[in-house]
């Protein structure tokens, strides 16, 4: 196998691929990528076996052949070499061979038939969607996903398309069993998706930074076994968990009819001075909410207290609630508005927080005792 | 006790202040920091023991007396709060009120006669420095004194004045036994320095970011126990390192007249590419030096090898010589002029490394067997 290739475009591709390439793991082929060369480009593919990431990339083919590498050293190689044409090119033993300018190295590799068998996926089943941003959605819900392994049908996001009346709507949840983050967009071509399914969080984080690099029109599809998405020369495939997600239309309040706007920056200045007293473990702020303020409070023993009144724009009954801070700053950080609104139905129950003009995205919190 | 201020001038002291305070320590007070209000001002120190540092801020004093709180809280609070004045007040138990517009924060605090004693110092003894870049000097060499506990006499760095013809010159060097930096600039006024001394490199730290905020003209004193230096409203006080600071010029090579002159930020670029082949543990590359080229090689059981030719203006014997990279590119870091020299003598010796058109800052790098 032989190829020449440009930096440019080279890096660009290795920097969203190694990413997914593991560090350390039992099966050495997953520390490597995968590079064919073919006709007049090379496929370059890294896999965690959850999520398989492929690239194409046009470049002069001197020889058709396979080759595979670690992935980490081969960007971190790519990486360092000037903007000029590099030479990549199979040896003997399954070794490579990269020259650039005067700089000549020798990168030993494996066997490319090591390299797992990558999932397959139907070109036909890809729908077309058009200036959707699948980006914006995964980054406005999957801080909510849950990091505890064992609970790994909240390790993902929720994704279903639901069409009420004439709208056609893709829908993104995520829940850790303490908050839950929702989020629509419209979009007609979602009917696509017969189902709703739980893809692994790791995996759409990927389809974000490449979403985010190469931004337009994109491909999807999902079956029963994986999520599939064509975003410019990549495919990212990821398998989906396999677990039942919580009902989470039960867990989203209706009934708070106590509503609250404030200034999403100054509230989040006031909620971050008030929990810098707070213990380190649980961020626990109790918010009393009065006729046309709403208070802060925050204590530690250790440390001492703090108190702010933050005027606001309310004439229900006096209510005293606990939230963690933690919670409620992750929420108001992804929300772009002046102004949002907090809905509280009583001392006991989950707080909604959403963007004062917008249905979405709507965060639900449950309350703590502090 | 109370004062008010704004927020501005006392955020960017509490900036330099709470980094000597300690996160956790055996003995409370090191992690708080002592505010005095008298006439007219307040006076701030905090203090790991060996660095002191004292700072004083003009403000509105409604009543004298001590405070003595958690540095690091102190710092998380006003950080947080709005551009507005700050009122402070000492409390019953020695507790602290700070409020701040709608915010009120009370925060426990220590008996402002546990905080150490703070170590003395005669104003007479500072002398005044113009235009001196303590802060550079500092930086050019800090970098290369040791980190193990146990060589306490090497986590330092040792400074001197030196009288050479008609030049008076202060002089820094640090070492950690496989290189030295060191570093000379030129000014008179440093004749006060009778003796050489190792100052702790933490303690210098701290003083390279006060001049770094506050550059200007400095005074300064070193006594039998400490270096005392004055900048702007702070004063930092450090005690100095009791051992033996090895004999450096024995160490700086006066023999190597092989030398090749080469562009700093290229070779920097060779070295980098060339070093992602190398165990991570020992960044070893192997120099050969020939007629007109010096080329880079590195091996890697694991992952493979590296080599690259760099065009060099040399014309003596070849010679085959090991480094550690890291050494190497550490040096070069610190150098700013677009050429440098690389100075051996032999297979065996230590090499300099020096900008091309100035004596230093000057580098001695030990040999490795690779």
Redo the contacts between chains.
Sequence with gaps: MEFQIVKKDFIKCLTLLQSIAERRSSIPALSNILIESYKDQIRLTTTDLETTIISSLACNIQQEGKICV?AR?LY??IR???EEEINIQGMENH?AKITCK???????GLDPMEFPTLPSYSEQDLVGIKSFDIGEMIEKVVFAASTEESRYNLNGIFFEAISSGDKNVARMVATDGHRLALIDRESPEFLCIKKGAIIPKRGLNEVKKVVGEYPGELKLSLSENSFVIEVSSFVIIIRLIDGEFPDYKQVVPTENDKRIKLNTKEFI??L???S??SSDRVEGIKFTIRKGAIELYSASQ?????????PALYDGIEMNIGFNARYILDALNEIDENEFFIELKDEASAAIIRPASEQNPLYVIMPMRV
Aim: contains cysteine.
């Design positions: 670690s050293k971190e190689i360092e070499l000037p070794w005067n700089a000549i190295f020798n990168l030993s200045s006031c971050r001075r008030i810098t007293i250790d440390i001492g207290n703090a108190r702010e009144e933050f």
